[in-house]
């Protein structure tokens, strides 16, 4: 991982070590609001007043995807794609544990699109790819590219360290 000099990540290695080349950028309160990936991806986050995730933009591919804030973490989020003459709007509504991470995706009929399940310190047991790049452990962006879910002030990978602490 590559950091700045106020502990940011600005750039990252993938889960298997090799070098994605990721330059992530901040705003002044330490959120991540963009990211350019090797690939030439280039992601916008969009938070509220309050620090609360409610917009990742995918400048690359044309997608946005809202979410909708409630109590304890996003109630919804609505996927918009716009293929180039309609725009395809998909509804998934989160159901968030205590910590406001989403556990399950459900359809607007009830049918569970996914699940998923973190150990105490965010580690996903199944990680699905409805949530790479998107709010997962409590709320925070999970980068696909590292491997690593982003938490404010440092990204961190929870099977191998807490706080930038590795753990042997």
């Known amino acids: 991982m590559v950091e700045d000099v106020e502990c940011a990540s600005t750039g990252a290695n993938g889960s298997d070590g090799s070098s994605t080349d990721v330059v992530h950028t901040y ?10 990936e090797s690939d030439g991806t280039v992601r916008y986050n969009i938070f509220d ?8 933009y995918d400048a690359t591919q044309n997608t946005r995807t809202d979410y909708i804030p409630g109590p304890a973490g996003p109630l919804a989020r609505i996927k918009r794609v716009w293929d180039g003459t309609n725009t395809i709007d998909t509804v998934t509504y989160l159901h968030t544990d205590h910590q406001g991470t989403a556990r399950a995706g459900t359809d607007d009929t009830g049918a569970v699109l996914w699940e998923d399940f973190h150990t105490p310190f965010g580690d996903s047991l199944i990680a699905p790819p409805a949530n790479d790049n998107q709010g997962d452990y409590t709320g925070h962006i999970r980068d696909t590219g590292s491997g690593l879910t982003w938490c404010i002030l440092r990204s961190a990978n929870y099977t191998k360290c807490r706080r930038g602490i590795m753990i042997p």
Do not use: E, F, P
């Open 49 to 56: 007043a309050g620090g609360v995730l409610i917009q990742v």
């Open 27 to 36: 705003d002044t309160h330490k959120r991540r609001v963009k990211s350019v």
